[in-house]
Each structure stands twice: as structure tokens, then as C-alpha cells.
């Protein structure tokens, strides 16, 4: 099941712990990535742990030109692109009434409008191949909203409309565009939680753990697979029960 | 002229599909070739590609049929 063999795959945020663990899913299924992050290092890392069947591109996701350039890179470097995974994202966290016009729009452009630009440049091959699979990876704040990320929230939120609308649009040509909403995941990030935090966020999680990278990268594997053919436009939670919508 | 006109009917047969017969200059890409309106973004943007012109959307939803596609090409070019 989830065969991914002769497909190619562009993972974009594979320097951060869930995208490098959907980089490794989609190749440990047999596809050829092209792995994007900001962080040369762990790029050539994870280049080096996956050996065979990758290319590392990176590129700044805030930059129109940059952006266009790396759906040409991916294409360019794997002759197609069946697979694209928007990963990337950034916070720049702040409660509103202290939240400046750039932090606002320095999370917009990388989590939403490279988002677009990426699904924009990766469909017309696809359309002509007639056949395609994105994944956007958005959160469960896109949902819930979260006091403090406007922006990120406002983002997230913004994915899972434009995946609806490209669904829609692109369904007729076996095209099938889905999101991934993770709840709490351990990374890098939450690692710099206290012990009292961790605790008081694992009682608000029916599953009573924060979910893995590679519990969120076994949905993408799924979304991206033959399998998940007839499921567009919908948004796969991946929270332990967090919240169930 | 003639020449835009084949690469035009190159174009439409190759992606819609359909018999070179069929692609007169008077048939309409819905009505009378089967497209859908995702088809026409595409011959559009097919077009583009070929001729190396704009296509703006107010005159691409004015080609409606194939001697649209070739007079609107052949006064871009």
C-alpha cells in the first residue's frame, strides 16, 4: 500500500521536523523528492540520510521571483513534479494590539502566498499529465483560532480555503488538493516548553502525548498515495482528539 | 496567416482531443469540441505558450471558437 515509486515529490520547510519526516515517508515509499528549507545544513543532512533520489533546493520563500524559480528547479531537476507538500511556515507571534504591519505580513507571505504561488506553478504540469497530488500543511489554530497568532492563525486558516477552491477547480483532471492539520506535535519547538507547560498541554489532549512528525507525514503519505484518489478539498486533523471538527 | 491557423487547430486537436475534421474555424471549443471552461484556460494558456503573446482575460473570454483563437493570435503576433 501507498506505492510512490517513479512519482516526485516537493517537500518545501524539509530543515524542520515534520517536513524532513514527510520528505522521508514519501521517499521511504519510493518517490524522488526535491527538498526545500531555508537551512542549507539540514538540507544536506537529511540529503545525505535519504542517499539516493534527491535534490536539495533552497530557496526564501518571502520572494516572489525565488518561489517561481524553485517549482522551475523541482521540474527542472526530477522532470516532473506529481507531488507538491507547502510546509513551510514561520510565526512571529504577538497579540494584536502589539502586532506590527511586517510581522503580519512576513507570515502571510511564506505560509499563504508561496503557498499559492507554488500550488499555481506545480498544477499547469499537472493538468497536462492529468493527474496530481498537493498537500498543504496548515494547523489547527487555521481552525480554532489562538490568542497571540493572528497572523499564523489567519494563515493556516487561509490554506485550507484556498485548497477548497483548487479542489474544486482542478478535481475533473485527477488532481486532488487536500490540507493536514497537526494539533500539538513534538519539534524542536515545543521542546522549549517547561515540564509545567508540557503538562498542562498533554491534560488538554484526549490522547494524553503530542503526536510525532511522522504521525502527521503518515497523512500526507496517504493524501499523496493512489489510495486517496477520491478525497479532495478536505482538511485530515491530526491532533488526538484535540479538537474534533 | 495560414500558418497561425494550423498551429491554432494543431493546438486544439492535440489537446481537446478530438479529429482534425472536426476543428473548423467556426466550431466552438464548448459547444461544438467538448471543452470544459478548465479546457479553454488551458487552450489559452497553450496558446500563449505557442505564440509567445498575452492573452488578457477580457480577450480570452471573447475566443470562442477557433477563428476567435486564430484572428485574436494573428493580430496580437
New interface residues.
Partial sequence: MFDLTGKTALVTGASGGIGGAIAKALHGAGATVAIHGTRREALDTLAAELGSRVHVLPANLSKPEEVEQLAKDAEAAMGSLDILVNNAGITKDGLILRMKDEDWDAVINVNLTAAFRLCRAAV?GM??RRSGRIVNITSIVGVTGNPGQANYCASKAGMIGLTKSLAQ??A??NITVNAVAPGFIATAMTDELNDDQKARINASIPAGRMGTSEEIAAAVLYLASAEAAYVTGQTLHVNGGMAMI | MSDVAERVKKIVVEHLGVEEAKVTENASFIDDLGA?S?DTV?LV?AFEEEFGCEIPDDAAEKILTVKDAIDFISKAA
Fill in positions: 499547469k493538468m497536462k477547480e482542478v475533473s483532471r | 470544459d478548465l488551458e494558456m
